[in-house]
Every structure is written in structure tokens, then in C-alpha cells.
């Protein structure tokens, strides 16, 4: 590894060692939800990780060097930074030049998760191709990440904020293959359905792990996917999601680039009384445990 990466003790020895390693994101603790709440879910998260056999290394940067294993009193000094920056693809290597403060997106984090040697990454929803993109041509570098890095995202579908059909269009296009998770339907992050179709249906973890390992076996050098969706009792009722996103989407007109996604999550906060949050709080919960058995999994077919 590069002087610029900087692996924890802990996570270094179950690389080394063929432990079970799932990634974690940090965008999360500093723009996907209010504090205190970003700081006490990703502790929540680590523990599920843990708790499910496996190590947790959540990943961001501090002084100019990505950490891959953040202390607690790191995440906090993260968490609490009066302007960290949402690091991506584009601006990850300026952003470590300047010896900058950031938080990783998916796409930030499966490569700095790829570097380290770790295969398996828990986030809440992946990104995609924005509605209106026939206009402004935005779409997600998570896909391009996804079609980069050898890492297994587990994600329950991506954000509803987006364009659902294109962004599952966009993911065959890349060759990067959706495995669900007991389901047939692409998740719609608050909702379990919607009305897309997933590549492969996985009912237990055991299929998932022997789908992951035989992409990767075959030399792939794309990501997958793994669909989890948000547990019944946590989704969104469909009125409520369709009112609140409905009303987002019209507000949001005027907003841009990486702006988008944290306007649109604070909106669907406010317009849903905060049911959106507690709704992301569980599927993020539900995707970590789920990393971690599909990392043990995966780690005991290795061995």
C-alpha cells in the first residue's frame, strides 16, 4: 500500500489473516443523515458487523491520507468537521494533495476498499443516473465505480431520488451483474419494490456468495451488486413515499452536481417527519448485517 494509505491495525491483521472484512462509507456520517444521528449510525453499523462475525473498516480522509479502519476518535473529528468534503472519483487525489478532511461516497469507497484488499462493502443505496439526465447528463460515479473495482456492494437498490429504469439500464450496460437478496425485484432504497427485475435471485447467503465468488473466480473486473431490500416492517408506506418524493423532485429543480442527493435526502426528512430517516437507519443496518455474513461466507470458502 501507498504511503497514502493508512490500514488500521485490526483490519490489516484480518486481511492478512483471510478474516472477514466488510467496507463501510463515512458520506453517510457527514451528509446522508442529521447529526448526531451520522455519528451514532455508523457505530451502530460497526457493532452489526462485528456482531455478525466479521471486522468493520469504515473508511475516510484525515490530513491527506485515506484511512481504512477509522478509530472512533477519528469518525468523530469526521463526523464533526465544519466543512468535510463529499469525496468522489473526481476530486479523491486533489482532496488528498491538499491534505484535506473528507468523507468517502460508495464510489470512494469501493476503490480505497479494492486497494486494501477488501471484496465486500455495506452501504445504504448506490447511485445512478439522475432523473432529467437527457439534460444534464448526470449520472452517478458509482457506476463507474461499479464497472472498475472487483467489490461486492451490498445496498438496498439505489436512491428513489433517481432515475430507477436507466440506472438498472446502466448497470448491464457496465456488465456489472444484480444479485437479490430473497427477492426478484430491484429495491427502491425506501420501498422493496420496483417493478425492475434483477439479474439473479439469491434465497440464501450461501447462493449469494457462490454467485460473488464465481464472478469474481472468473476474472471479472467488475463490481455486483447485491440487492438487499429494506425490511418490510421499515419501508416507507407508499403514499407517504410518493407524496414526499413527488414534492422533493419539484423543489429540487434548481440544485446541481453533488448537491443533489444530500438536498433531496434532507427534503424527504422534512416532508415525511422524519420517517425517511428512521426508514435509512434500518436498511442501513439490515445491508451491514448482511455484508457480514456474506464476508464470512465468502472467507470460509476461501479456506
Known amino acids: 500500500m501507498s504511503d497514502l494509505f493508512h490500514v488500521s491495525p485490526d483490519v490489516a491483521a484480518a486481511i492478512a489473516g483471510g478474516s472477514p472484512v466488510v467496507a463501510l462509507e463515512t458520506t453517510l456520517v457527514t451528509h446522508g443523515l442529521p447529526q448526531p444521528d451520522g455519528e451514532r449510525v455508523a ?14 473498516a469504515t473508511i475516510g480522509i484525515l490530513d491527506g491520507t485515506v484511512r481504512v479502519g477509522l478509530t472512533r476518535a477519528e469518525l468523530a473529528r469526521l463526523a464533526t468537521a465544519s466543512h468535510p468534503v463529499k469525496v468522489n472519483l473526481g476530486n479523491f487525489a486533489a482532496e488528498v494533495a491538499a491534505g484535506g478532511c473528507g468523507s468517502t461516497t460508495v464510489a470512494a469507497t469501493m476503490f480505497a476498499a479494492w486497494k486494501a484488499g477488501i471484496r465486500v462493502f455495506a452501504t445504504g443505496g448506490i447511485g445512478g443516473v439522475h432523473r432529467g439526465v437527457m439534460e444534464m447528463g448526470d449520472v452517478s460515479a458509482d457506476l463507474t465505480a461499479l464497472s472498475r473495482y472487483p467489490v461486492a456492494v451490498v445496498c438496498a437498490g439505489a436512491k428513489a431520488i433517481l432515475d430507477l429504469p436507466r440506472t438498472v439500464e446502466m448497470l448491464e450496460t457496465l456488465g456489472v451483474p444484480i444479485l437479490g437478496v430473497g427477492t426478484a425485484e430491484f429495491p427502491a432504497f425506501y420501498r422493496r419494490e420496483s ?35 429494506v425490511p418490510e416492517t421499515d419501508a416507507l408506506p407508499k403514499e407517504l413515499h410518493d407524496s ?24 424527504m426528512r422534512t416532508l415525511t417527519g422524519g420517517a425517511s430517516v428512521r426508514t435509512n437507519e434500518a436498511l442501513l443496518l439490515n445491508n451491514a448485517r448482511v455484508a457480514a455474513d456474506l464476508a464470512v461466507e465468502l472467507a470460509q470458502s476461501v479456506s
Open 43 to 56: 457505530a451502530a453499523l460497526e457493532a452489526a458487523v462485528r456482531a455478525h462475525g466479521a471486522t468493520p
Open 195 to 229: 417493478g425492475l427485475r434483477v439479474d439473479r435471485r439469491c434465497d440464501t447467503i450461501a447462493d449469494v456468495a457462490h454467485a460473488v465468488r464465481t464472478h469474481f473466480d472468473l476474472g471479472f473486473m467488475s463490481g455486483v451488486v447485491i440487492a438487499n431490500p
Open 244 to 267: 414526499a418524493l413527488g414534492t422533493a423532485l419539484v423543489e429540487a429543480v434548481e440544485v446541481s452536481g453533488r448537491d443533489v442527493t444530500p438536498y433531496l435526502l434532507d427534503r
